[in-house]
């Protein structure tokens, strides 16, 4: 399927307003929600708030530490980060990836539960440190730490709560794109660093792991 990743939010409700979308394009009795659904309820909303989403559904404890949630996650931004890498418009997604589904009551409670701490980043959120987010080559940059931070989510799904440090620099780069903030940028790197601490923290024990399965 693809969808289209247009424009940008404004700073103002970039939260807020993408937690919205959501709500809106998921209207329904259907007691599961799809990735595909997911992804076409934010319409054009852009590569930025793709991220922060798929990103914050790992982060979020409600949602992330359902099984296969966080693989999948990392899959999905894999996937999203590959193709703005290479300059790919619309975001394509696999068939049995746009399938994967949870129960519509667990992701609707991991939205209301996210959307205070929205409405406070919303206030934090203003255009500022452009030269970290406002060129083409700066979110392409983004978008290969987001595509590598995904990928190493994925041996760190073994560790009980691995996957943490990447989830939350996913969801911040994200908003920095969608709210061409350079700070969050910052944060995003700075989550960078403490992945990979982590995963050479646990190298060993990851190594042990891999060799168990």
């Known amino acids: 399927m693809a969808q289209a990743v247009g424009g940008q939010a404004e700073h103002k409700d ?69 193709q703005h890498v290479i300059g790919r418009r619309s975001v394509w997604i696999p068939k049995f990836v746009a399938n994967f589904s949870i129960e519509r009551a667990t992701f609707e409670k991991g939205l209301e539960s996210v959307r205070p701490y929205a409405k406070w980043l919303d206030g934090a959120i203003r255009p500022r440190l452009l030269w970290f987010v406002g060129g083409d080559t700066e979110r392409r940059l ?9 990928l190493v989510m994925l041996p760190l799904a073994l560790i009980p709560w691995g996957v943490l440090p990447p989830a939350l620099a996913i969801p911040a ?41």
């Open 173 to 213: 780069f994200g908003i920095a794109i969608t709210g061409r903030d350079g700070l969050f940028a910052l944060i995003g790197y700075a989550f960078v660093a403490a992945t990979a601490y982590m995963l050479y923290a646990f190298s060993g024990v990851i190594a042990s792991l891999l060799q168990g399965l």
């Open 14 to 82: 970039v939260l807020v307003g993408v937690l919205d979308d959501v709500q809106d394009g998921l209207n329904g009795k259907s007691k599961r929600i799809s990735v595909g659904e997911i992804v076409a309820s934010l319409n054009d909303r852009g590569f930025g708030a793709l991220c922060a989403v798929i990103g914050a559904l790992a982060a979020m404890p409600v949602i992330g530490a359902l099984p296969g949630v966080s693989i999948g996650s990392a899959i999905i931004v894999l996937l999203i980060a590959g």
């Open 142 to 150: 983004i978008a290969a730490a987001i595509g590598v931070l995904a």
